[in-house]
């Protein structure tokens, strides 16, 4: 009874003591994939690699529609977006804008800047759209976008006090390019590149009705999901979009 007693004494004199004993905070992922071939094996590492503070789970279009739903909406804080797809209904794309604008932050990651070239609003949530097809934005005429396997290039950190690219240098990465592709004015720069058959922004950050959003162009193969540089990105940026709400 004693002990019991100096036990609670130490508790409610001393916050610290519930703060160390207290468990870290989970940050519930949802992965969306579909649409688009990937290693599973290597980019399922990858994702284990963020720590057990962070909990993965995936889900394949069509069947991650249900997931925008208001109905399930509470069982995951962010999420991240590794998927091609381009078929949605009316319906489908207003619950999917929906969930978001309301709060449901979003990592976007490489071939996800290549979905739904049917749905302009898609090009508005994330900030960027790679084009399949000639298309206007604003007056401006972009043409199909482009793109090259396997290059070494260098990726420069835009803001290193950004809490998404702080403690990460300039690095190298070997990875696929994009080029042409259309990048909203409102973004916040992240990352850029001078390799030519790149973008010059290959990275950003924007605002969703009330979530925040990351975008990361990086992402095609083995050699990227083992740098350290990029999962250490992958990471904050999780924490930062998901902090905010």
Request: proline share 6%; charged share 25%.
């Amino acid at each position: 009874m004693k002990v019991l007693l100096i036990s609670w004494i130490l508790i409610l004199t001393n916050p610290s003591v519930i703060l160390a004993a207290s468990p870290p905070e989970t940050i519930r992922i949802l992965v969306i994939t579909g649409g688009h071939d990937y290693k599973a094996e290597p980019f399922n590492k990858m994702m284990e690699s963020l720590g057990p503070e962070i909990a993965c789970k995936f889900v394949e279009f069509p069947a991650a529609y249900d997931m925008f739903l208001p109905i399930n909406r509470n069982r995951y804080d962010v999420l991240v977006f590794y998927h091609m797809w381009d078929k949605i209904t009316d319906d489908q794309a207003r619950v999917f804008a929906e969930c978001i604008k309301r709060g449901k932050p979003v990592v976007v990651l490489h071939h996800s800047l290549c979905a739904f070239e049917s749905w302009p609003e898609y090009r508005n949530i994330i900030g960027g759209k790679y084009f399949l097809n000639p298309t206007t934005v604003n007056g401006k005429e972009y043409q199909a976008g482009s793109y090259i396997h396997d290059l070494h290039f260098s990726v420069k950190v835009v803001d290193p006090k950004h809490p998404v690219t702080n403690g990460v240098g300039d690095f190298e990465i070997f990875d696929e390019t994009y080029k042409g592709y259309y990048v909203a004015d409102d973004v916040t720069p992240l990352l850029m590149t001078d390799e030519s058959s790149s973008e010059q922004i290959i990275g950003w950050a924007k605002k969703y009705g009330k979530a925040r959003i990351v975008v990361i162009q990086s992402g095609h193969d083995t050699p990227t999901f083992e740098n350290p540089d990029y999962r250490k990105l992958l990471k904050q940026a999780i924490e930062w979009v998901y902090r905010d709400n």
